[in-house]
């Protein structure tokens, strides 16, 4: 999906605006056991580590049109990762890079499309992708979850919102938060400033319809200051699907509606911000 004003502003040099996604989602699991618990965070910890979180990041700056000069990974002990990608929608010559070998190899692979010397270019102030993870569960509760905080940062005419289907679909997500802002101001060539670049009404207006079928979804949004929110959680779910381990074929009926119940407590505790009793 195209972001744009059906008429391009010609602007006075460069575009200042700061566009800013701050996007969230759980993953929700059912572990009973101590083991199950631990296997399930190892297997978390494995499928959502640094390097596939740094594939994902590529793949956003790919998506938004832009390009990277840095890249910064860590993994932690004993769980969770984070990467940043400093990034531009301008080039820059390779030498003014600060990439390694390996991470220009490890570029190639991911971006097999894209030609080295037309994936690793460029930096410009204030632009940025971030990514930081938090699998977690506690000894007294049998749910667990995974935790992924994602930020996209840029300012010129890239928008972090061309990126919004991809980051679904890049995990299990069962309740997800958006935020969108943009700051600052831009100029015409007459001087007159301009305090956004594209239309914007909802961020569910450059989510897939198709997407948005599977959750409900609501907006809380302050349009005099360029501040967008939505929450969507998903409106039916699948037990095995959450169950860790578990076969739900082999649970009776009673207890397959109890798990279901358990899960559904906790999606709607993460989607509305309380708990409920």
């Known amino acids: 999906m195209r972001i744009g004003l059906k008429k391009k502003i010609q602007l006075y040099g460069f575009n200042n605006l700061t566009k800013t996604l701050s996007f969230n989602i759980y993953d929700i699991s059912y572990a009973k056991t101590e083991r199950e618990k631990k296997d399930y965070i190892e297997y978390i910890d494995e499928q959502y580590n640094s390097e596939r979180l740094t594939g994902i990041l590529l793949e956003v700056t790919n998506t938004i049109g832009a390009y990277v000069l840095n890249i910064s990974r860590q993994d932690y002990d004993p769980r969770g990762a984070s990467v940043s990608l400093l990034i531009s929608e301008q080039m820059m010559p390779p030498d003014q890079m600060d990439i390694s070998c390996n991470q220009c190899s490890f570029i190639q692979d991911v971006l097999k499309d894209r030609a080295l010397g037309e994936t690793v270019l460029a930096h410009l102030d204030k632009s940025h992708v971030t990514v930081h993870t938090y699998p977690e569960f506690h000894p007294n509760n049998e749910i667990s979850s995974f935790r992924v905080d994602i930020d996209v940062s840029t300012c010129g005419k890239v928008s972090p919102l061309n990126a919004l289907n991809y980051l679904i679909g890049s995990f299990d997500s069962d309740v997800i938060t958006m935020d969108y802002r943009i700051r600052g101001f831009t100029r015409d060539k007459n001087g007159k400033k301009f305090y956004k670049d594209h239309e914007i009404k909802s961020i569910q207006d450059f989510i897939d319809p198709k997407t948005l079928t599977r ?60 708990n409920i009793f």
Request: no cysteine.
């Open 215 to 274: 959750y409900d979804a609501i907006d809380v949004n302050v349009y005099q200051s360029n501040i967008f929110h939505t929450k969507m959680i998903l409106k039916e779910i699948t037990l095995a699907d959450y169950l860790f381990n578990i076969d739900p074929r082999e649970l009776s009926p009673q207890v397959r509606l109890s798990l279901k119940d358990q899960i559904t407590k906790e999606m709607l505790e993460i989607y509305h911000g309380m």
